[in-house]
């Protein structure tokens, strides 16, 4: 036991940790580049190694690499040593190819991601040479990527886990040398020079570099020592893609819709100047990062549970700690998505609006923000409800759902798109996000309830309604301040929505754990009763 908690202490340090660091790197990168030209630029090329990780390696990693080395640790004479550097050498050579063919293939990525970056216009040829720059961290992730999935196995899960946090440093750095030579011409697509670029691509890629080191060198002190093994034979290629296809085709679809976003903001960012492709991600990480802290937590403590239940036949278990967990979540999610519907550019303002980022920009990332606080419940709920499928070992059903959750979002995203005017067309995609997850979630409980025979949505609606109308003081107490402070003080400057927050934000928190005390909310109450009896101590 305490192994497993200590365990689980290093991971949740340093989860919190990289998210911290990730989030001062992401408001270094906004003062730096800006959400105009050069912020799309950057965002756009810094995109694609992603994209193409997900449909080649990250996609199956979890779900079959990491089982198929415990399978060679169990049942190969050597402990699996062998197939672990054969599964080394071939993630390092293949993804060495990869990485070659997309810097050459850079123009043509680019223009399969964006919408109107005419080749020859400035904006194109600095992404272009900004990919050229990111795109070889794609070989560097990949093994790094590997070398976690062993340390997991051997029960190592500290370097995994502070290894991104190295990573953003590193990047931080980068980005503050950026602001010093570059200055305010940092973030004019049209000023900054070559060598402006160049700092900024290969600093990106020496984050990844630095974590990658991290990950190697605590494989040697494990005792790992990386023999290049080119006999592919027994590397179980084919057993790992059948393991690995329907996962594949769960990434496969949501990169499509992924790549559809980016090029119809990228569009809305050629029509209006800070309202394309920067304000949607800077808003779409802010919008994942409560789900990041307490959903990936919950899911990660809730899916063994069910997947042992499910081993059992204990199916009554299986609904039990799925209406638990929706609760436990539901509980910080439903005042933290009216919150963020409500306060979004008093968040926004202060986090970005520095340097070549101006308020106004840094106001509309708040705008899209409070669409995306629409989206926050149904996404958890729905993450929580594929859990349910993966408790029975069913990849299967996953990618049917994601596949109709993805064609109705990238439906809407067009419609919502030809219907609304450019300045809104990023704030038209976060919507169409929140009501493709909310028909999504919709469609997976209905097939999560036929498996489970009956998932007490009832319970869980009563409960759900209960937590909204204890959250209600919040909003309107929120609402209320922002309108004082803009009518008082004139607009959403640094120290406005640093009030705004203070006062909406955790006021409004202490408002609805109180009221949802008074409501008898039992996840409420037990979050207040483990805060008070520390405060006791």
């Known amino acids: 036991m305490s192994r497993i908690l200590r365990a689980s202490a290093i991971m949740a340090a340093g989860t919190m940790v990289s998210r911290v660091t990730g989030f001062v790197r992401t408001m270094v990168l906004a003062s730096a580049i800006g959400t105009f030209a050069m912020g799309d630029a ?3 090329a810094y995109a694609i190694p ?3 990780l997900d449909l080649l390696l990250l996609g199956v990693l ?3 690499v990491v089982p198929m080395i415990v399978k060679a640790q169990q049942r190969d004479y050597d402990g699996g040593r062998a197939y672990e550097q054969r599964l080394m050498t071939l993630a390092t050579v293949a993804l060495m190819v990869v990485a070659v063919l997309a810097v050459l293939a850079a123009p043509l990525l680019i223009d399969l991601y964006t919408t109107d970056w005419e080749p020859g216009s400035r904006k194109f040829e600095v992404t272009v040479l900004l990919a050229r720059f990111i795109l070889p961290q794609l070989a560097f992730f990949g093994v790094g990527a590997v070398a976690g999935a062993i340390l997991n196995t051997r029960d190592r899960y500290a370097a995994p886990m502070w290894a991104p ?8 750095c980068v980005l503050v040398l950026y602001i010093v030579v570059a200055g305010k011409t940092g973030g004019d697509i049209g000023l900054v020079t070559n060598g402006q670029i160049a700092l900024l691509g290969l600093g990106t890629t020496a984050g990844i570099v630095a974590q990658a080191a991290v990950l190697i060198v605590a494989l040697k002190r494990i005792g790992f020592s990386f023999v290049a093994r080119f006999d592919v034979r027994n590397a179980r290629l084919g057993e790992m893609g059948r393991a690995g296809i329907w996962t594949i085709g769960y990434v496969v679809v949501t990169q499509l819709g992924f790549m559809l976003t980016t090029n119809l903001s990228s569009a809305a960012g050629d029509a209006v100047q800070g309202h394309g492709i920067s304000p949607y991600t800077l808003a779409f990480q802010l919008f994942q990062l409560p789900y990041g802290v307490i959903g990936v937590s919950v899911i990660t403590a809730m899916l063994p549970r069910m997947s042992r239940a499910v081993e059992d036949g204990r199916l009554d278990e299986v609904r039990s700690e799925f209406g638990s967990s929706v609760r436990l ?10 919150l963020l519907m409500v306060l979004g550019p008093a968040i926004t303002v202060p986090l970005y609006a520095h340097g ?3 308020a106004d920009a840094a106001v509309y990332i708040g705008n899209v923000l409070q669409v995306y606080g629409l989206a926050l419940v149904p996404f958890s709920i729905f993450q929580l409800l594929l859990r349910v499928f993966y408790s029975f070992g069913d990849t299967r059903t996953p990618v049917y759902v994601g596949a109709a959750t993805t064609a109705v979002n990238a439906l809407l995203m067009v419609l919502f798109n030809v219907l609304l005017p450019a300045r809104y067309a990023v704030m038209g995609l976060a919507f169409a996000y929140a009501v493709a997850y909310t028909i999504g979630a919709g ?3 209905i097939l999560a309830a036929r498996r489970v025979r009956g998932l007490g949505g009832w319970k869980i609606g009563m409960a759900l309604t209960r937590m909204y109308l204890s959250a209600l003081p919040t909003a309107v107490l929120a609402l209320v301040c922002v309108w004082a402070v803009q009518d008082v003080f004139g607009g959403l400057t640094f120290l406005n929505s640093l009030i705004a927050l203070a006062v909406g934000g955790g006021l409004g928190m202490l408002l609805y754990l109180g009221v949802a005390h008074r409501m008898r909310i039992p996840e409420v109450n037990s979050i207040v009763g483990m805060v008070a009896g520390r405060v006791g101590r």
């Open 329 to 338: 979540i539901s509980s910080v999610m439903v005042p933290v998505s009216l």
């Open 62 to 64: 979890s779900s079959v």
């Open 356 to 358: 070549v980022t101006s």
């Open 165 to 172: 946090v190295v990573n953003n440093l590193v990047v931080i």
């Open 42 to 44: 950057y965002n756009a």
């Open 443 to 445: 469609g997976a409980w």
């Open 50 to 52: 992603y994209s193409i």
